[in-house]
T-cell receptor, first 111, second 116 residues
Framework: AQRVTQPEKLLSVFKGAPVELKCNYS??????LFWYVQYSRQRLQLLLR??SRESIKGFTADLNKGETSFHLKKPFAQEEDSAMYYC?????????????FGKGTLLTVNP | GAVVSQHPSWVICKSGTSVKIECRSL??????MFWYRQFPKQSLMLMAT?????????EQGVEKDKFLINHASLTLSTLTVTSAHPEDSSFYIC????????????FGPGTRLLVL
């Protein structure tokens, strides 16, 4: 089974500072990983997936197979980035896919 | 973009009664939907995978007879909490993925259940 660890429950930075939300995984096979975000009083939404290698809202995440990590980074945090962030590997079995969520990191960006 | 809705958004019920929660994919068909449970300030815990036209697949530790799932059509899955007890009070969230992108999940807004 694929497992994910988000070591930081809380992360607080000041506006304009770089931010890195850590995610480590344990797997067999080729992992597919996602970052989901939940803003206050909103539904969970996809932020980015590693295979697309895109930058969303200034966030990027690189899959490092050597370190088994998928850390989420942003060079200059904004107050509106304050939210709960979940790293989620995709478990695939047969024709079914399912996401396993890490425990999440609550990011607070202070003015 | 893909939209998933849930109804009701919140419900209060008496202990011992049953509560049905609906999850709908509004602009796409979903052969698979997922039901999660989220406790306050905690992560989402997958309860079961709802498969259209077949039985749901439950995660370990989730009682099948307690949480009945029906996926009667390609746009609707229902979760029924039977004989609810206060410990069933929680935030229940569903998700679904469009065909061909089933691994990309779109989440409903959640249903808050309070059992008195």
């Amino acid at each position: 089974a694929q497992r994910v660890t988000q070591p930081e429950k809380l992360l607080s930075v000041f506006k304009g500072a770089p931010v890195e939300l850590k995610c480590n995984y344990s797997y067999s096979g080729s992992p597919e990983l996602f970052w989901y975000v939940q803003y206050s009083r909103q539904r969970l939404q996809l932020l980015l997936r590693h295979i697309s290698r895109e930058s969303i809202k200034g966030f990027t995440a690189d899959l490092n197979k050597g370190e088994t990590s998928f850390h989420l980074k942003k060079p200059f945090a904004q107050e509106e980035d304050s939210a709960m962030y979940y790293c989620a590997p995709l478990n695939s079995g047969g024709s079914n896919y399912k996401l396993t969520f890490g425990k999440g990191t609550l990011l607070t960006v202070n003015p | 973009g893909a939209v998933v809705s849930q109804h009701p958004s919140w419900v209060i019920c008496k202990s011992g009664t049953s509560v049905k929660i609906e999850c709908r994919s509004l602009d796409f068909q979903a052969t698979t939907m997922f039901w999660y449970r989220q406790f306050p300030k905690q992560s989402l815990m997958l309860m079961a995978t709802s498969n259209e036209g077949s039985k749901a697949t439950y995660e370990q530790g989730v009682e099948k007879d307690k949480f009945l799932i029906n996926h009667a059509s390609l746009t609707l899955s229902t979760l029924t909490v039977t004989s609810a007890h206060p410990e069933d009070s929680s935030f229940y969230i569903c998700s679904a993925g469009p065909p061909g992108l089933a691994e990309t999940q779109y989440f409903g807004p959640g249903t808050r259940l309070l059992v008195l």
